[in-house]
């Protein structure tokens, strides 16, 4: 089982990125998936999630309005789409997949993890 972020970078206030995370190992179509990040001397958050059929998601209300998370599931692939960045968006986000199929924020439930990609934001 292997998730893999991918698509962080360096950009300035106000730019967009796409991160995906694509996965391998076995199928997680019936789970939900999820994005975290966690900013240099801070604490993981929760950044959004969507349920396994792609129709429900949730997001942290620090990015809501500014970030979409979607998947592919032909693709086996997750992806977050950023906009209108700001430097309190650099972090390093990651990618995880739930033990359950509802769009859930707590990373308890999560139970596979990809490495993290760098999203650095100047202003």
């Known amino acids: 089982v292997q998730l893999q972020a991918s698509g962080g970078g360096l950009v300035q206030a106000g730019d967009s990125l796409r991160l995906s995370c694509a996965t391998s190992?076995?199928?997680?179509?019936?789970?939900?998936m999820g994005w975290f990040r966690q900013a240099p001397g801070k604490e993981q958050k929760f950044v959004a999630s969507?349920?396994?059929?792609?129709?429900?998601?949730r997001y942290a209300d620090s990015v809501k309005g500014r970030f979409t998370i979607s998947r592919d599931s032909a693709k086996k692939t997750l992806y977050l789409e950023m906009n209108s960045l700001k430097p309190e968006d650099t972090a390093v986000y990651s990618c995880?997949?739930?033990?359950?199929?509802?769009?859930?924020?707590?990373?308890?439930?999560?139970?596979?993890w990809g490495q993290g990609t760098l999203v650095t934001v100047s202003s």
């Open positions: 969507i349920d396994s059929s792609g129709s429900i998601t």
């Open positions: 995880a997949v739930s033990l359950t199929y509802r769009a859930v924020a707590a990373s308890s439930l999560y139970a596979y």
């Open positions: 190992g076995r199928t997680f179509s019936g789970y939900s």
